[in-house]
């Protein structure tokens, strides 16, 4: 069962250009959570989502970024106009969305280095 | 809202010992889970272990165990004999236990070194 990929893995933007971002959650999986890592900082959350619907962006930037998670294909994270300031590793979590508060927990995939020119 | 505070930066113990990661956290729910997650330094995210907060009994995982004192709010991670392969970035984690998902909340992360 492959886990949670993301692509690219490294990418290089220069400021004022868009940077896109992939998630394929784990098979099954049918929730997906972006967070973003500064350097020499823990993860912090962004937006969650289940296809189709964003359940909660409270930590995403209100402007610039935007997520989605279609029907059909990956979950993408896109940031529009970079700054230097969104340089970071930005990881994907996915997870299988048990009703009734069961503990679910979320795997990650190995994340997407994003660094601005 | 949560908050997950990790008191040492830094540890570094020699191959074969025991080392403890402390982890405190501040919430008014009653109802969370907790997790370790390690970071090695391809800085893939790694699930170590997690503990439900209704659950008395510390989670184990082979040499990894938890002591969870819910009243006092905390959670601390112990690694027995110690590998070179632990060498990583160690991150407390909490989630709201809910009807659906909740995000994850990390600590800043505490960096261990394995001594050969």
């Known amino acids: 069962n492959a886990g949670v990929m993301q692509n690219p893995r490294h990418l290089v933007r220069r400021r004022g250009q868009e940077a896109r971002l992939r998630c394929s959650p784990m098979k099954g999986h049918s929730h997906v959570y972006w967070y973003r890592q500064l350097p020499e900082e823990g993860l912090k959350f962004m937006v969650y989502l289940q296809k189709e619907n964003i359940i909660d962006e409270s930590g995403m930037p209100k402007e610039r970024f935007s997520a989605e998670f279609p029907k059909e294909g990956p ?3 896109r940031i529009q106009q970079v700054v230097r300031g969104d340089s970071a590793a930005y990881f994907c979590a996915s997870s299988l969305g048990l009703a009734g508060g069961s503990t679910d927990t979320q795997y990650f995939g190995p994340g997407t280095r994003l660094t601005v020119l | 809202a949560q ?27 009653s109802n969370y889970y907790l997790f370790w997650y390690k970071q090695p330094p391809s800085r893939q995210m790694i699930l170590v272990i997690r503990q439900e907060a209704y659950k008395q ?17 905390s959670f601390s991670l112990k690694i027995s004999d110690s590998q070179l392969g632990d060498t990583a970035m160690y991150f407390c984690a909490f989630m709201k236990q809910n009807f659906g998902n909740e995000k994850l909340t990390f600590g800043t992360g505490t960096r261990l070194t394995i001594i050969p």
Do not use: G, H, W
């Open chain 2, 3 to 29: 908050t997950v505070t990790q008191s040492q930066p830094e540890m570094s113990v020699q191959e074969a010992e025991t080392v403890t990661l402390s982890c405190t956290y501040d919430t008014s729910e």
């Open chain 1, 75 to 77: 979950s993408i994270l």
């Open chain 2, 57 to 73: 009994q510390n989670a184990t995982e082979n040499r990894f165990s938890v002591n969870f004192q819910k009243a006092a709010k």
